[in-house]
C-alpha cells in the first residue's frame, strides 16, 4: 500500500515540475533578450497574482489527470531501475 501511495505522489510531483517547468518555458520565451530579470520576475508575479487560486487548482488537475497514467506506467515498467524526478525549482514555483 505505501508502495500506491508513493506512486501517487511521484505522479502529482511529476505533473506539478511538469506545469510549472512549461509556465517558466514560456515566460522566457516570450522575454525580449534585453529585459532585464528583475523586470521579468516582476512581470511574472504581476501575472501570477491575476490567476485565481480555483483556475489554477483546475489547470494542475487536468494536467495531473493527463500526466497521472504516464507515470504510473513508467513506474510499472521500471523493474530493476530506480526512477528519479529532477525538478527545477524557481520563484513561481516557490510562490505557489
Known amino acids: 500500500m505505501a508502495s ?3 506512486r501517487g505522489r511521484a505522479a502529482a510531483t511529476v505533473a506539478a515540475a ?9 515566460q522566457a520565451a516570450a522575454a525580449p533578450a534585453d529585459e532585464s530579470r528583475s523586470t521579468t520576475a516582476v512581470q511574472a508575479r504581476a501575472a501570477a ?3 485565481d487560486y480555483d483556475t489554477w487548482q483546475s489547470d494542475v488537475r487536468k494536467v495531473m489527470d493527463e500526466a497521472r497514467p504516464y ?12 526512477p528519479a524526478i529532477v525538478l527545477d525549482i524557481d520563484n513561481t514555483s516557490l510562490e505557489t
Open 49 to 51: 497574482a491575476e490567476v
Open 18 to 26: 511538469l506545469v510549472l517547468g512549461a509556465t517558466g518555458a514560456t
Open 4 to 6: 500506491i501511495a508513493f
Open 71 to 82: 507515470v504510473e506506467q513508467r513506474l510499472d515498467d521500471s523493474a530493476g531501475e530506480k
